[in-house]
């Protein structure tokens, strides 16, 4: 695997029945690197997410997540990781202060390593005033920023996103966005699944799935080019229109 490789997968495959979810996909993904994942509901992007977190055995292919094999070290591969999943994953049950320190906890760091980096990230986030709420009393935006800021805790060489803008205003997802970038500079890499084509733009290459199987992976400037559109829209749905699933 090339060094600055922290994803590299060939021929990954999951089957359920006969039913082929994802279908034969390889792709390599680079330290530091924003890496969209696109495609319509049902185009196989969460089932493969699932591999690469080491949540879903493949039926074929391989996989190295953070130098890690998908097959023989799931367990290494999830202390490598951060992941924020399409629905909150936060406890909202839980003050802002705890959920941090909950996670941090899982993530294995030391208490003293919780306490510092608790303070300087609410203080980042602008949630002094609110650390001893309950997380369900924030407006979603909020807690979006904080569920992205937790699955970086730990500081993970990748973070996975799972359609981690949805049901948020346009303004929240810039701003999330910004928090993505940061991470990027950081040295994270940055996997995310969006259906939202204009965050296409944002990730330095994009993968456009439709019924399984890779149909287009290059820079969203590239790919405008290659299909001559004024927009990933228009790439999109020339890759999509012909797409046999409706769900995922």
């Not at 530091?32 to 039926?59: D, H, Q, W, Y």
């Not at 208490?111 to 650390?131: M, N």
Request: aromatic letters at 10%.
């Amino acid at each position: 695997m090339n060094q600055k490789s922290v994803i590299q997968v060939k021929n990954l495959t999951k089957r359920f029945g006969t039913f082929t979810a994802v279908d034969n996909i390889s792709f390599t993904v680079q330290k530091g690197e924003i890496f969209g994942f696109l495609g319509a509901n049902g185009a196989g992007k969460t089932t493969a997410m699932r591999m690469l977190c080491g949540l879903s055995k493949p039926t074929e292919g391989s996989a190295i997540i953070a130098g890690f094999d998908i097959y023989q070290e799931t367990e290494k591969i999830k202390r490598s990781i951060g992941y924020m999943s399409q629905k909150f994953s936060l406890y909202e049950d839980l003050s802002v202060n705890e959920n941090i320190h909950f996670f941090g906890g899982i993530y294995g760091l030391s208490k003293k390593e919780i306490r510092e980096r608790a303070s300087l990230l609410i203080d980042k986030l602008g949630l002094k005033s609110a650390s001893d709420k309950l997380v369900g009393s924030l407006p979603l935006g909020w807690k979006q920023k904080l569920a992205f800021s937790v699955a970086i805790f730990h500081n993970p060489k990748i973070v996975f996103l799972d359609e981690p803008t949805g049901g948020v205003d346009p303004i929240t997802r810039r701003q999330f966005w910004d928090l993505i970038y940061e991470a990027s500079d950081s040295g994270i890499t940055v996997f995310v699944t969006t259906h939202y084509m204009d965050e296409a733009t944002y990730c330095h290459r994009i993968t456009m799935m439709v019924d399984g199987v890779i149909k287009a992976l290059d820079t969203p400037s590239n790919l405008k080019e290659q299909y001559k559109a004024e927009s990933i829209d228009e790439v999109f749905f020339e890759l999509a229109r012909n797409a046999k699933r409706k769900a995922d």
